[in-house]
Nanobody
Framework: QVQLVESGGGSVQAGGSLRLSCAAS????????MGWVRQGPGKEREGVAV????????YYADSVKGRFTISQDNAKNTLYLQMNSLKPEDTAMYYC?????????????????????WGQGTQVTVSS
């Protein structure tokens, strides 16, 4: 199993920045991809960004392209999400997730169901 623990959430004004971290432990060698998924108040779950462990390729939601950057530090088994130019609509609980052994690509409707490990989430609140 893989355990995921997020940190770095908080409250920030619109236009500000935050960096989320996700520390992975356990059978981390089995992770094929890691990503961030968010759920805002009264909203459905939404894929934000994913990185494929082997290739390093990334995939973003259109709503965050150019503002958010996903990265990983394999030596530290840590996933990051750098969030810049934050907007009130970015307010949500952000969850770290991992796909094990293999991951889908191309659309969030395929990617998200493939995540097999989830963190507890970290809250991000952006005020206008």
């Amino acid at each position: 199993q893989v355990q995921l623990v997020e940190s770095g959430g908080g409250s920030v004004q619109a236009g500000g920045s935050l960096r989320l971290s996700c520390a992975a432990s356990g059978y981390t060698y089995s992770t094929a991809c890691m990503g961030w998924v968010r759920q805002g108040p009264g909203k459905e779950r939404e894929g934000v960004a994913v990185i494929y462990t082997g290739s390093g390729s990334t995939y973003y939601a259109d709503s965050v392209k150019g503002r958010f950057t996903i990265s990983q530090d394999n030596a530290k088994n840590t996933l990051y999400l750098q969030m810049n130019s934050l907007k009130p609509e970015d307010t949500a609980m952000y969850y770290c997730a991992a796909g094990l052994n293999n991951c889908y690509s191309g659309s969030w409707s395929s990617i998200i169901p493939g995540f097999r490990a989830w963190g507890q989430g970290t809250q991000v609140t952006v005020s206008s």
